[in-house]
């Protein structure tokens, strides 16, 4: 069993490294952008991977029009607010803001599923709240010149847009629920909702608009740290999720597997050597033990 955790960890550790790639290649080309590069090979990855399985055959009629809903809220909405978040505020900040998908979730489950929240869950979502105030209001580094702390614009604006993305990636996890308990893949799923999910993205190429351009042209140096990041992110990433989630507990390899943002600290002081502030630290860990509140009970 312990082999699975470690598994989850390291899903964990994959997405915390993504969103450090992510970060700089946000900031060379846009949020916006980069998403539409990434999930242009994400696709590509998923559909392949999803024809070697064979699984496509789990998706019914009955379920596409979920799916593909599902995809466009929680990933061509969701992952497009997360990038432009993580290019406004760094990975940091948008790692912890992002944690608050698991309260959303809980809340989300009580008004459309009609599940009841325990007062443990309560706490949870009350100690993640207050963690990423806590990370966001005094987890600011003296370092502000190193360019994964750099702000660009309004603070509170990329705030708002992490929160959003984590909204929509509650909403997302929420439609696909009854679908993936009723049989679907979740590889076809994530294939398909990643495939939407582009095709929405690719047509934002046309339109002349500043959000929308690309703000250098491409290098090779550039599309390769999308693909790494892109694998990392979701196709790795997700893949050991599934692994640990089918032979080990699930709450306790959802909670190893949302400690992204603390081991994002770690990197930042292994790479920067600088260590973080107490408030980063403090309200990461409340973030983390919220989370851990809600999966586990």
């Known amino acids: 069993m312990l082999i699975y955790y470690f598994i989850a960890t390291m899903a964990a550790l994959c997405w915390a490294v993504a969103s450090l790639i992510s970060a700089d290649v946000t900031r060379k080309i846009g949020g916006l952008a980069f998403n539409r590069l990434r999930l242009f090979f994400v696709s590509i990855m998923l559909i392949g991977y999803t024809f070697y399985l064979d699984t496509w055959n789990t998706i019914n009629q009955e379920f596409l ?24 505020i760094g990975p940091r900040r ?3 803001l992002f944690s608050l998908a698991a309260p959303f979730t809980v809340i989300l489950n009580i008004i459309f599923l009609n599940e009841i929240m325990s007062t443990i869950n309560l706490i ?6 207050f963690g990423v105030v806590v990370a966001i209001a005094y987890g600011n580094s003296k370092d502000k010149n190193h360019r994964w702390e ?8 990329g705030v708002s847009l992490g929160i959003g993305a984590a909204l929509c990636q509650a ?7 009854p679908i993936l308990t009723m049989g679907a893949d979740p590889i076809a799923s994530a294939a398909l909702r990643t495939a939407i ?17 690309t703000k250098t042209n491409l290098s090779v140096k550039i599309v390769g740290q999308s693909i790494i990041s892109g694998f990392l992110g979701m196709a790795l990433g ?17 909670t190893l597997s949302s400690t992204s943002p ?16 107490i408030g980063a630290w403090v309200g990461t860990v409340l973030a983390i033990i919220g989370s851990g509140l809600i999966f586990i009970y």
């Open 65 to 88: 029009f979920t799916i593909l809903f599902s995809g466009i809220i929680g990933i061509f909405l969701g992952d497009t607010l997360l990038f432009i978040a993580l290019q406004k």
């Open 94 to 96: 948008n790692n912890i």
């Open 124 to 129: 949870g979502c009350i100690i993640v709240f």
């Open 150 to 157: 750099i702000v660009e614009g309004n603070i509170y604006f």
């Open 171 to 177: 909403i997302g996890l929420i439609m696909m629920k």
């Open 197 to 213: 999910s582009f095709v929405f993205l690719a047509f934002t190429f046309f339109l002349n608009y500043k959000i929308f351009n």
């Open 238 to 254: 997700m893949s050991l999720l599934l692994i640990a989630l089918k032979y080990a507990d699930a709450g306790i390899v959802a």
């Open 262 to 277: 603390i081991m994002i600290l770690f990197l930042i002081w292994l790479l920067t050597k600088k260590i973080p502030t």
